[in-house]
């Protein structure tokens, strides 16, 4: 049973713009704090930014100002603007429960910066 879905990664020059989407099922979206995180190969998986259920956002110093987290009740979606990207935030974005919750975790989606 699919219950996180993710999308809109892709191959974005330095100072360019992607929006990530994730769809989750409505159980999952309607009880935790929702987050993105993101995975490059060899490093620690981060929690870049999260959002509660009433709309309280938080983000990783590193990407404060930059990226934007919101979500859709109709839609159960959470969606990650990012914006001014740079070739360090390359990596493989997942979107799962805050805190982590390795049963909720989907197949992610590679965001690569480079000109």
């Known amino acids: 049973q699919v219950q996180l879905v993710e999308s809109g990664g892709g191959l974005v020059q330095p100072g360019g713009s992607l929006r990530l989407s994730c769809a989750a099922s409505r159980v999952i979206y309607s009880i935790y704090p929702m987050g993105w995180y993101r995975q490059a190969p060899g490093k620690q998986r981060e929690l870049v930014a999260s959002?509660?259920?009433?709309?309280?956002?938080d983000y990783a110093e590193s990407v404060k100002g930059r990226f934007t987290i919101s979500r859709d009740n109709a839609r159960s979606t959470v969606y990650l603007q990012m914006n001014s990207l740079k070739p360090e935030d390359t990596a493989v974005y997942h979107c799962?429960?805050?805190?982590?919750?390795?049963?909720?975790w989907g197949q992610g989606t590679q965001v690569t910066v480079s000109s």
């Open positions: 959002v509660t259920r009433v709309g309280v956002t």
């Open positions: 799962s429960t805050v805190p982590y919750r390795p049963e909720y």
